[in-house]
T-cell receptor
């Protein structure tokens, strides 16, 4: 079946521009996560959506970052006024529940963002 | 807070060599522990997991045992193959946060 789909796969943008990254989770998955993978770094948690609950935004690095999830399905991560340090691979994952013991995360292939 | 520490890579081995990738963690309570793998050009996928102390997770010849006394979850494989070349991530989950906390990843390169 279809997995988690992210678009675009690659994005090059100029410093100061805004970007939108899209994630289509697996159908029926209620939980959706955004992570960031910087070169040589681990995965950094950004934000978590679970059903209709308020999202957990505790990982967003600055107020330039925001995300929404419309209709409990597709999610968009927006980065305003991009900076070079925003360059990274942005990964989306979804799971049936809360991503713990019985609901492993299914990851997309990521969007590689390069800010020049 | 939660944290996961992995050995830094890259780890370079010859085919059929024994593999160990160390992972230790800091967490409150009783976390569940996971290994995820990222093959070249692909997304992360769950490799194995263990949900309580002394549990052993296993898959594709890989094993890891949940050691609460040493707060470790080292990944092992008796005989690696070229196709095992990938980046391996150790991770934990507990009720302190609704997300997986990942280690920095370890790149494994297996040469024929």
């Amino acid at each position: 079946g279809a997995g988690v789909s992210q678009s675009p796969s690659n994005k090059v943008t100029e410093k100061g521009k805004d970007v939108e990254l899209r994630c289509d989770p697996i159908s029926g998955h209620t939980a959706l996560y955004w992570y960031r993978q910087s070169l040589g770094q681990g995965l950094e948690f950004l934000i978590y959506f679970q059903g209709n609950s308020a999202p957990d935004k505790s990982g967003l690095p600055s107020d330039r970052f925001s995300a929404e999830r419309t209709g409990g399905s597709v999610s968009t991560l927006t980065i305003q006024r991009t900076q070079q340090e925003d360059s990274a691979v942005y990964l989306c994952a979804s799971s049936l529940g809360w991503g713990g013991n019985n609901s492993p995360l299914h990851f997309g292939n990521g969007t590689r963002l390069t800010v020049t | 807070g939660n944290s996961v520490t992995q050995m830094e890579g890259p780890v370079t081995l010859s085919e059929e060599a024994f593999l160990t990738i160390n992972c230790t963690y800091t967490a409150t309570g009783y976390p569940s522990l996971f290994w995820y793998v990222q093959y070249p050009g692909e997304g992360l996928q769950l490799l194995l997991k263990a949900t309580k102390a002394d549990d052993k997770g296993s898959n594709k010849g890989f094993e890891a045992t949940y050691r609460k006394e040493t707060t470790s979850f080292h990944l092992e494989k008796g005989s690696v193959q070229v196709s095992d070349s990938a980046v391996y991530f150790c991770a934990l989950y507990n009720n302190a946060g609704n997300m997986l906390t990942f280690g920095g990843g370890t790149r494994l390169m297996v040469k024929p």
